[in-house]
């Protein structure tokens, strides 16, 4: 192992964070801040239980945070989205540039959904609210959630500009001192195709904050606090030490991937990764990625550095509580102009598609090096979603997503995780509820075997979900959708997880990142990747093997291909 550097200057603000940290015992330090993790999980189950759309309710898409007066993030509920959680001080940064902190007053909730401030695209809307105690502005309160509609084209990845996407609120005043933005909401509603769950889900956004702003004041009473400042360097103080530890015990250098996807049609797109190791710090650049395409794959650079930092923060130092000390030791750069780093108005509606990719591009580089700290490739990675969009059985509009995911990358030490997101934790959610919410029945939701790459450790099946239209009228379908061409791969010699498949029923297959129009009494096949192999498939322990056989993940055939048994 190539010895270390000399370590890199600790920044600026170490003696300060650090003068402020040993204000605190390590027990008071503990118990303060896994208070505000629980104020953070207090806050996203107030959203869970008040929002209507079953996107929220139901699969998961939304994330708590809470922050200090400049913005950065102290906790974050423990179930978000990581992505949300890493983007959210980012924008509150950007809303404190429109509306200088003296300027809130309590009360307040300010919000957007610009993609380049926020997470990416159109559907998430984030939203501030201010902290005070005693009429002293002391941090503020964020949350995300991805909204079941925005207009435009419907969620979807074929668009060719921004503007076909969705309507799009710069930062404003949703509530000034607790009254309601009538008229832009007017404007926001009335561009919407599904205005009651619209408005049910952003008073629920209103909802999580008030939750945290309340549950902050009395915590600050109850441990005589005047402010979150000095906690709010001790928490970062201990996060960043962490990830610098982390950090240094990887070997300095430059490690280098290529990850290819399918990209639209014949563009396929092409993220190129070097991660660079000095001392305590790292640095992930992105240079010789794809050039912007007029398709809705780009990813901005928040959602770029959220989807780089949570990755490496997941493999290198996976048990201490993020906070925005974690990720200080990781810088992110990608060429303004790539899918990576996209000029506005380019098109971003279905950026996860190529976002998501990232983890498995740095994961291969570390592989170099760390190999026993990443995993294989994900047939969850990227998300691949079906969007329905049309009349329901009383008349009304609906709009339903369909959260499914295939099969996580094998680890060192274990089998990849069935069914399971990541790098998002988006998850399905109750068949029921989606079926109650639309007129769509779900035939078959089941695991699909052989999709797991063969390894030592086997990559986490995918599943088969076939979903039938029961609508009186025609629906809009979008589907977003990647791994068709490009299947997860395995890593130190593990095999490849098996390719994603959407097909109708009649076996005619519908463009994979397009939107078209389903008569009723379609059925729809959607046939999710299994996750990549982690080592040689012969060394795989022949008492797992034999339980994969009983189980059905794995084939006799399979077994006998794949693995060599007898």
Not at 5 to 17: C, G, L
Not at 117 to 131: E, K, N, Q, R
Not at 542 to 558: H, K
């Amino acid at each position: 192992m190539p010895p270390k550097k000399a370590q890199a200057p600790a920044p600026p603000r170490a003696a300060k964070a650090r003068e402020n940290r040993d204000a605190f015992d390590p027990i008071s330090l503990e118990i303060y801040w896994s208070r505000l993790v629980s104020i953070a999980d207090e806050a996203a189950a107030g959203l869970v239980r008040t929002a209507f759309s079953t996107i929220v309710r139901e699969s998961n898409d939304y994330g708590t945070v809470l922050m200090d007066l400049a913005g950065n993030s102290i906790s974050e509920n423990t179930g978000g989205i990581a992505s949300f959680s890493c983007i959210l001080p980012r924008t509150t940064k950007a809303f404190l540039r429109r509306f200088p902190a003296e300027t809130w007053r309590p009360g307040d909730c300010v919000f957007t959904n610009d993609p380049w401030l926020a997470t990416g695209h159109l559907p998430d809307f984030t939203f501030v609210s201010p902290i005070f105690k005693r009429e002293k502005l002391v941090g503020f309160a964020g949350c995300i959630a991805h909204s079941p509609d925005v207009g435009g084209a419907l969620w979807s990845a074929d668009c060719r500009e921004l503007f076909e996407e969705g309507i799009r609120i710069p930062p404003a005043r949703y509530l000034r001192e607790g009254r309601r933005n009538e008229e832009l909401l007017e404007v926001l509603l009335a561009n919407v195709r599904v205005p009651r769950q619209v408005l049910g889900d952003l008073e629920a956004q209103v909802t999580a904050n008030d939750v945290s702003v309340r549950r902050v004041e009395e915590f600050l009473d109850d441990v005589g606090l005047d402010d979150l400042t000095g906690l709010a360097d001790a928490v970062h103080a201990k996060a960043e030490a962490a990830m610098r530890r982390a950090i240094a015990a990887v070997p300095d250098g430059t490690y280098r991937s290529v990850l290819e996807a399918d990209g639209f049609d014949d563009q396929i797109t092409r993220i190129a990764c070097a991660v660079t190791v000095a001392g305590e710090t790292m640095h992930i650049d992105y240079a010789g990625t794809s050039p912007q395409i007029d398709r809705g794959i780009n990813c901005v650079l928040n959602y770029t550095h959220a989807y780089s930092v949570y990755p490496v923060k997941c493999a290198l130092d996976p048990f201490t509580p993020r906070n925005e000390g974690s990720y200080w030791p990781i810088s992110v750069s990608a060429p303004e102009g790539s899918i990576l780093n996209p000029r506005f108005p380019a098109p971003v509606g279905a950026r996860q598609l190529t976002g998501h990719l990232l983890a498995d591009a740095i994961y291969a580089a570390l592989a170099e090096v760390v190999p026993e700290r990443v995993i294989a490739q994900s047939g969850a990675a990227p998300s691949m979603r079906a969007i329905f969009s049309g009349i329901d059985r009383n008349g009304d509009r609906f709009s339903q997503v369909l959260f499914a995911t295939g099969g996580m990358g094998a680890a060192p030490h274990c089998d990849g995780l069935t069914t399971t997101s990541f790098p998002t934790n988006v998850g399905a959610g109750s068949i029921e509820a989606l079926e109650s919410a639309s007129p769509l029945v779900v035939w078959r939701k089941q695991l699909r075997p052989d999709s797991g790459g063969a390894g030592k450790f086997r990559g986490g099946l995918g599943q088969e979900a076939v979903i039938e239209v029961r609508s009186s009228a025609p629906v809009r379908l979008s589907l977003l959708s990647d791994r068709r061409d490009h299947p997860p791969l395995g890593v130190q010699g593990g095999a490849p997880g098996a390719p994603s498949v959407i097909r109708f029923a009649d076996g005619t297959m519908p463009h994979p990142k397009s939107r078209t129009t389903i008569p009723p009494g379609t059925r729809l096949h959607m046939i999710y990747a299994g996750g990549g192999g982690y080592g040689d498939p012969k060394t795989r322990d022949p008492a797992a093997l034999a339980s994969d056989l009983r189980d059905g993940y794995v084939t006799d055939e399979a077994a006998r291909t794949d693995y060599g048994a007898e």
